[in-house]
């Protein structure tokens, strides 16, 4: 069983859309990151959310952590083929762990 | 500043043959991970080093992975005998260490990775 369960797996959108993806687990988390991966590369990470509740912007990308600390949302709006990437949520315990990653593809 | 820096970029090979994967993290990082990124899930880790020591290999199946961190700087992650289902992009990450910014042991540089066939 995975610590940190993504939705959706897969989205496929055209541009100008909004989309939403979700990060949950059942686990409470003193913090928690978003990191974005394109095709051959490693992960960059985007954010780290600490608060319950708190959001955090980073252009066109809203990120939201639970009030529980629980889950997180990462809110996209306008979205260009630029965000084209794998979106993967992660937090740490005595490790670092990943969740199963949301795989987004920005049609022109 | 440099960033993590691995190779090779890609290997192939065949089942129960050996393979090394070589690391170099970003210049004072204290800190080294190996994940393992199997096609469509997020990383898993593998091993993580603080300077020369092992910090946490839970996940490592030691039966034919091995990795090593001698001076504290670079590292090489070994798989001998590789299977087929270690076909993956192994990643390696660093993160700062120090005492005047706390908040950055929690901030990880990855390298772009060897994606590794089994053939």
């Known amino acids: 069983t995975q610590l940190l369960e993504q939705s959706p797996q897969f989205l496929s959108i055209q541009e100008g859309e909004n989309l939403t993806v979700y990060c949950n687990s059942s686990?409470?988390?003193?913090?928690l990151q978003w990191y974005r991966q394109e095709p051959g590369e490693g992960p960059v990470l985007l954010v780290t959310v600490v608060t319950g509740g708190e959001v955090k912007k980073l252009k066109r990308l809203t990120f939201q952590f639970g009030d529980a600390r629980k889950d997180s949302s990462l809110h996209i709006t306008a979205a260009q083929p630029g965000d084209t990437g794998l979106y993967l949520c992660a937090a740490k315990r005595n490790q670092f762990y990943f969740g199963t990653g949301t795989s987004l593809t920005v049609i022109p | 500043e440099a960033g993590v820096a691995q190779s090779p970029r890609y290997k192939i090979i065949e089942k129960r043959q050996s393979v090394a994967f070589w690391c170099n993290p970003i210049?004072?990082?204290?800190?080294l991970y190996w994940y393992q990124q199997i096609l469509g899930q997020g990383p898993k880790l593998l091993i993580q080093f603080q300077n020369n020591g092992v910090v946490d290999d839970s996940q490592l199946p030691k039966d034919r992975f091995s990795a090593e961190r001698l001076k504290g700087v670079d590292s090489t992650l070994k798989i001998q005998p590789a299977k087929l289902e270690d076909s993956a992009v192994y990643l390696c990450?660093?993160?700062?260490?120090?005492?005047?910014?706390?908040?950055?042991?929690?901030?990880?540089?990855f390298g772009a990775g060897t994606r590794l066939s089994v053939l």
């Open positions: 990450a660093s993160s700062s260490n120090s005492i005047r910014t706390p908040a950055a042991k929690n901030i990880q540089y």
């Open positions: 210049s004072g990082h204290a800190t």
């Open positions: 686990s409470v988390f003193s913090s």
